[in-house]
């Protein structure tokens, strides 16, 4: 049996983070008395595991581990420099990078230019717009889990979206768009700040939301531009038809007509979000069609698998 790994990093994405510890190493989450962004530790209504250990940043310099995994720029850029040790930082480093490009598309340097670093990229598209530079890249897509009893119902006629402050945070998460279809068709937002928009139904937390998602018609992702969200692949796995831009990696997920609609003429799409709540049996059929899909490219024991492969590579 393999040694078990002790990974130290941040709590960034919370859900990812939950998804990222079903890998079979110990992982010390960076923490601060008041919890602020990115430094929550193991804090929070998700379900850690054992293997998620609480680390006060003041504790860091006084433990041993075999890997760093940064998934910010001030953590790469600043927090290793403060908190940890000469010695820690020349351990084995990967950047997990979550997002794409947001100064240019296609011309943004990476902030990590090191051939030393692993650099972790979520989507194929993600890896393709990034200038990596001289940093080596490995793609490791999104993997999630839903509870096994957990299936579409879709008996609302209505269709939801999963943003966080939506409403904040302009054309690249698609407000505009969200806004000018739920003039057309009944939609509703969850998501922090989902109040602030037409329809918010407020944040439903990460362990009640498949269930809260199953009883929608079809899941809308109305985001322009940006890595592709857990949300969507939860909405798959639990059996929702996607209405979505076919934009980002996003067109390669659904698979128009088959496991929903992809397209980058919101009209059309209004015009099938209305034909899915016109009909339940071909909404069904579509969902079924996409949770057999995500199950396949999604899967968690894959995820989990290609992030332990990753350990092993950089620690050998």
Not at 3 to 30: A, E, M, N, R
Not at 55 to 74: A, G, N, R, T
Not at 135 to 158: F, K, M, N, Q, W
Not at 257 to 280: E, Q, W, Y
């Amino acid at each position: 049996m393999q040694k078990k790994l002790k990974i130290l990093t941040w709590h960034t994405h919370g859900s990812y983070l939950y998804y990222l510890t079903q890998s079979p190493h110990d992982f010390y989450v960076l923490s601060k008395p008041d919890r602020p962004p990115g430094y929550g530790g193991r804090h929070g209504h998700i379900p850690w595991g054992d293997n998620v250990i609480d680390m006060s940043v003041d504790q860091v310099k006084d433990e041993q581990f075999d890997c760093i995994l940064f998934q910010d720029d001030d953590q790469y850029l600043q927090d290793q420099h403060i908190y940890l040790t000469e010695s820690q930082r020349r351990l084995p480093k990967i950047y997990l990078e979550h997002d794409t490009p947001r100064e240019h598309p296609t011309d943004m340097p990476h902030p990590v230019d090191d051939p030393s670093i692993l650099l972790v990229h979520v989507t194929p598209f993600n890896a393709l717009m990034w200038d990596n530079r001289r940093t080596p890249t490995r793609i490791i897509e999104h993997g999630v889990v839903v509870p096994d009893d957990i299936r579409y119902d879709g008996s609302r006629s209505c269709g939801l979206a999963v943003v966080n402050h939506l409403a904040r945070r302009g054309r690249r998460l698609g407000g505009d768009v969200y806004r000018r279809a739920y003039e057309k068709v009944p939609l509703e937002l969850a998501g922090m700040g989902a109040d602030e928009m037409p329809g918010g139904v407020g944040e439903v937390l990460h362990a009640r939301l498949p269930a809260y998602m199953a009883q929608y018609r079809f899941f809308f992702n109305p985001i322009r531009y940006t890595s592709l969200g857990l949300a969507v692949i939860e909405a798959m796995m639990v059996g929702l038809p996607i209405v979505a831009l076919a934009t980002t990696e996003m067109a390669t997920v659904i698979d128009n007509g088959v496991s929903g609609f992809a397209d980058t003429d919101v009209d059309k799409l209004i015009v099938h979000m209305h034909r899915l709540l016109a009909d339940p049996m071909e909404a069904r059929e579509l969902g079924e069609n996409a949770r057999r899909y995500a199950l396949e490219r999604f899967g968690i024991r894959r995820f989990a698998d290609d992030w332990d492969a990753a350990f092993r590579m950089v620690t050998q």
